[in-house]
């Protein structure tokens, strides 16, 4: 399913579940699972092998996958990605750093947020007052969860470019139902991508099996001027492969 929502350099993974039998972590993230309970010892073995499989249609030969300090993938040099999993879906996504500067995606189970209070935590009141408008127009969407979501696709997208956190509320999320497309504003000073500074990101989501997925991409022919599109290439619509 990612694959839909992004761009053509970008190879993906994804598997609906875990293999049978104990998890059989690759040498050299062996450490990285010693105090980890079972179903996170799956969750990881899963998406980390994903994350191979993508690799490998880069021509990438097999290698462990670590992660830093804020356990954010540590991917081998020249390539890009993001590595999502939730219950039921584990998946990962690479690009070759000479294509896109950073990528970002997320899956969650498509349904409300638990609490109402992570939904101000995540939010302004701009937002929520998009959010309800979202909720007439396509009722069929837990728009909360969605912009939950393309947060933490924009957060990941943001991380490796910059090596700092970007709170829930420095970027506003405004969605676009009928292309199912987004674009998240930045509230604060963005990096700057090959000399030209980042306002915002692009992306795309989609509801399909109980999953919620949301992705984000920032291109290296980012342009400048005014007028011009200073911010990430959006995703690639649903359908339109």
């Avoid at 670590?66 to 356990?71: E, L, M, V």
């Avoid at 933490?152 to 910059?162: D, I, N, R």
């Avoid at 011009?228 to 649903?238: E, L, V």
């Amino acid at each position: 399913m990612i694959e839909e929502l992004l761009p053509r350099p970008v190879t993906t993974a994804e598997a609906f579940g875990d293999p049978a039998g104990p998890p059989v972590p690759f040498p050299g993230e062996e450490h990285l699972l010693a105090h980890a309970v079972p179903a996170r010892r799956r969750e990881f073995t899963t998406a980390r092998a994903c994350a191979r499989r993508a690799l490998g249609r880069l021509g990438v030969p097999p290698v462990a996958i670590p992660y830093d300090a804020d356990r954010a993938p540590v991917w081998p040099d020249g390539v890009v990605g993001s590595i999502t999993h939730c219950t039921g879906y584990r998946a990962a996504a690479v690009a070759r750093a000479t294509d896109l500067a950073s990528l970002g995606f997320d899956a969650e189970p498509h349904g409300p947020l638990e609490h109402d209070g992570v939904l101000h935590m995540v939010t302004g009141a701009q937002e929520r007052a998009h959010l309800a408008e979202l909720a007439r127009l396509r009722p069929d969407v837990h728009w909360d969860r969605a912009l939950f979501s393309a947060k933490e696709s924009v957060f990941k997208a943001w991380s490796p470019l910059t090596g700092r956190w970007l709170d829930f509320t420095e970027a506003t999320v405004t969605f676009r139902p009928r292309t199912e497309t987004f674009t998240a504003r930045l509230l604060v000073e963005g990096p700057l991508v090959d000399g030209v500074r980042l306002t915002g990101f692009e992306g795309g989501f989609l509801v399909r099996d109980g999953l919620l997925l949301t992705a984000t991409t920032v291109s290296r022919s980012v342009r400048a001027g005014p007028g011009a599109d200073n911010g990430p290439r959006p995703a690639r619509p649903r359908g339109s492969r």
